[in-house]
């Protein structure tokens, strides 16, 4: 049972096959036109959007801790607040290639825009799991 970055990394070294994995980087954001209701749900927490602004793949060596991609991210000079992460299965003893990780990335991004996210892990900046609803 995952419940941390700290526990992703872990597994996703202990996989039969390596991993490449993929980070999807999200800002909250309040909708537009939003309501009353939506403001302050927004304002306490639990509303808004979440718009992608970076993704990156990586290798579970690059980014053993969450500091390390935290710094990664923030050379870039965009905020954010949630991490959305998957991971690709390498084949015979070789992970994905970051060229083979595009396509999965984009449909990440993609998924995240129509407010998919089931699919994927949610880490907030003390790489703690998030339960998004």
Request: aromatic share 6%; hydrophobic share 40%.
């Amino acid at each position: 049972m995952l419940s941390s970055y700290d526990d992703f990394i872990k597994a996703a070294k202990d996989q039969a096959e390596p991993q490449r994995l993929l980070f999807v980087f999200a800002r909250k954001e309040m909708p537009e036109q939003a309501t009353e209701e939506q403001r302050l749900r927004f304002e306490e927490g639990s509303g808004g959007n979440l718009d992608p602004v970076l993704c990156v793949d990586k290798l579970p060596e690059e980014v053993e801790c969450l500091e390390a991609l935290i710094k990664e991210s923030e050379e870039t000079g965009l905020t954010w607040d949630v991490a959305f992460a998957a991971s690709m299965s390498g084949l015979a003893g070789l992970p994905p290639t970051t060229e083979q990780a595009e396509q999965p990335l984009t449909m990440m991004v993609e998924s995240i825009k129509g407010g998919t996210v089931a699919n994927f892990l949610a880490f907030d900046r003390e790489g703690e799991l998030l339960q998004i609803l």
